[in-house]
């Protein structure tokens, strides 16, 4: 998680324990027995808050690795518009990029003035020890509505080279 979520979660954290302190010094707890309640309400909307913030940072985190393939080039949103050699398969070079994410908030921008076609999209789910967990599916652009879902590096290959993925 990004350095902003620790902060947000510590904030809660310590105004739960200032509140707790100031419920006590200004003796409501004494009033009824309503403060049990309270805190049970406050801390699940702590947790909450914990459990939106993560699921949030994970949509985010799968967005910036979510790459668009063209002939020769890649396109990331933090990494912009890589192109590929000729001699080069495109997917080595794609898992070198999304290996080096930094996943901070800075997307790259495609000059307007392009006019690149792209073919594919690979949405990637699950990226972890430089590739060797890779998970996600490839979408022909032409065929939108039938992605294809791929479990590691070699199905992704098999899948852009058009050959049948073993079930």
Known sequence: ???????????????SILFLILWNVF????????????????WVVIVGVCVAIKL???????????AFLAPHLIYNAEAGIVKVDAKTDIVPEL????????YDMVKAKVPEDSRI?????VRTNRFAQNGNIWEGELVKI?????PKPFRDREELVMLLEGTVVPA
Do not use: C, G
Request: no cysteine; net charge positive; proline share 0%.
């Open 95 to 102: 898992q070198r990029i999304l290996s080096n994410l930094k």
């Open 56 to 66: 949030a940072d994970n949509k985010r985190r799968q967005s910036m690795r979510t």
């Open 142 to 146: 032409s065929h939108s509505n039938r």
């Open 1 to 15: 998680m990004r350095k902003s979520n620790w902060i947000v979660i510590a904030i809660l954290v310590v105004a």
């Open 117 to 121: 076609r792209f073919d594919y999209v």
């Open 27 to 42: 003796d409501f707890n004494l009033i009824d027995a309503k403060d049990l309640w309270i805190t049970i309400i406050w």
